[in-house]
T-cell receptor
């Protein structure tokens, strides 16, 4: 069990650029979640996959955000035309039944 | 509305003492799960303990126990025999299981715990 991994761990980008993050869940987990966490707050739900199907998206997720999970394994989260307000930690979690297991996160800084 | 409230922004405890971190929740779903996570300064969220809304007994995992009071809608985390490595942020979370609420997890704003030697 290698746990949930996320790449890159840190990303600095200029406003207006596109960025893509990757999440590799625990291999037997069919559920995958993306969250955003800003300083002093708990994680905010962004989107949820069951296998390859994206079943839920938060209303917080603007049209600039898109997520995929081809073949039900790894997932990518893309942010287009980044804004300074997108600066946050982006967390991925996977789950089999009840509890979620989180990855180390990708810290995005938009300058 | 689904909501988790953690009213203690910061807590201090002496090493080897027990500490209780408060969590209240609000949901109209009759079935839900309650979770506690630890987030050290490294940033990774670590799952600690789970309690189902229909579980009759309070959950325990090693030094962690969840004091579940359903009528009061509270799910406090008790850490016994605190260790220096317990210093971290602690988040309470809820996952309602109603047909209309899907699979979202709702997190509180967290409590920062500092263990004093």
């Amino acid at each position: 069990d290698t746990g949930v991994s996320q790449n890159p761990r840190h990303k600095i980008t200029k406003r207006g650029q596109n960025v893509t993050f990757r999440c590799d869940p625990i291999s037997e987990h069919n559920r995958l979640y993306w969250y955003r966490q800003t300083l002093g707050q708990g994680p905010e739900f962004l989107t949820y996959f069951q296998n390859e199907a994206q079943l839920e998206k938060s209303r917080l997720l603007s049209d600039r955000f898109s997520a995929e999970r081809p073949k039900g394994s790894f997932s990518t989260l893309e942010i287009q035309r980044t804004e300074q307000g997108d600066s946050a930690m982006y967390l991925c979690a996977s789950s089999l039944v009840y509890e979620q297991y989180f990855g180390p996160g990708t810290r995005l800084t938009v300058t | 509305a689904q909501k988790i409230t953690q009213t203690q922004p910061g807590m201090f405890v002496q090493e080897k003492e027990a500490v209780t971190l408060d969590c209240t929740y609000d949901t109209s779903d009759p079935s839900y799960g309650l979770f506690w996570y630890k987030q050290p300064s490294s940033g990774e969220m670590i799952f600690l303990i789970y309690q189902g809304s229909y579980d009759q007994q309070n959950a325990t995992e090693g030094r962690y126990s969840l004091n579940f009071q359903k009528a009061r809608k509270s799910a406090n985390l008790v850490i016994s025999a605190s260790q220096l490595g317990d210093s971290a942020m602690y988040f309470c979370a809820m996952r309602p299981r109603g047909s209309n609420t899907g699979n979202q997890f709702y997190f509180g704003t967290g409590t920062s715990l500092t263990v004093i030697p």
